[in-house]
Each structure stands twice: as C-alpha cells, then as structure tokens.
Nanobody, 122 residues
Framework: QVQMVESGGGLVQPGGSLRLSCAAS????????MGWYRQAPGKERELVAGITSGGWANYADSVKGRFTISRDNAKNTVYLQMNSLKPEDTAVYLC????????????????WGKGTLVTVSS
C-alpha cells in the first residue's frame, strides 16, 4: 500500500547538477527521518544525507558543501539537490524513510524506494 518513487536521475557531465525527488504515498500517518542512500556496483550502500521532521540535516563528508537535502512535509516528499557532481558520485540513489503507516501497527518502520540511477561522466 505504501509506495516511494524516486525521480530525477540521469546522465550529467562532471560539474553539473541534478535534483532528485522522492514522493511517498499511501496510508501514511507520519514521517520521521527521511534520507538518501547510494550504492555503486560492487560497493556497499552508504548514507548520503538525512533529514529529520524538524529539518535537522546531516551529510556524508564526501558530499558536504555540494549536496543539499530538503523536504516538503505537505507533499511527503524529500529532495536532494546535487551540485558540482563528480564521477565518483555515480551510483543508484535510493530514498529511505521511517514511516508510521495506518495499518494498525503503531511503530515507525523503514521503507525504501527502488532507486534512480545517477551517472556522472563526460
């Protein structure tokens, strides 16, 4: 019933920019932390950025100063603005959120999107 859909990935040249979006839908009562992870082939999944419901954000050292995470609570959407992209940013980017869902279970649980591919290459 819950769906999380990422969008905005694609091919971009080094130094370029992309904005990723992730919209959560379904019987969602509340959203706590939302974040973006990324995974390159043969590599472990890593946290890129996270943001709390109150707007506190944190970033991986490798993206500080280049990426900005934000959210629109009214739209159940989290964004990742990526600037000054580097080839090493190439990965599948996945959206993650702690959701309280209206299914009778009164606990927050992790939900994941399927991912959107970002390729940084000249």
């Amino acid at each position: 019933q819950v769906q999380m859909v990422e969008s905005g990935g694609g091919l971009v040249q080094p130094g370029g920019s992309l904005r990723l979006s992730c919209a959560a839908s379904g019987s969602i009562l509340s959203i706590n932390v939302m974040g973006w992870y990324r995974q390159a082939p043969g590599k472990e999944r890593e946290l890129v950025a996270g943001i709390t419901s109150g707007g506190w954000a944190n970033y991986a050292d490798s993206v500080k100063g280049r990426f900005t995470i934000s959210r629109d609570n009214a739209k159940n959407t989290v964004y990742l603005q990526m600037n000054s992209l580097k080839p090493e940013d190439t990965a599948v980017y996945l959206c993650n959120a702690d959701l309280l869902v209206g299914d009778g279970n009164w606990s927050y649980r992790d939900y994941w999107g399927k991912g959107t591919l970002v390729t940084v290459s000249s």
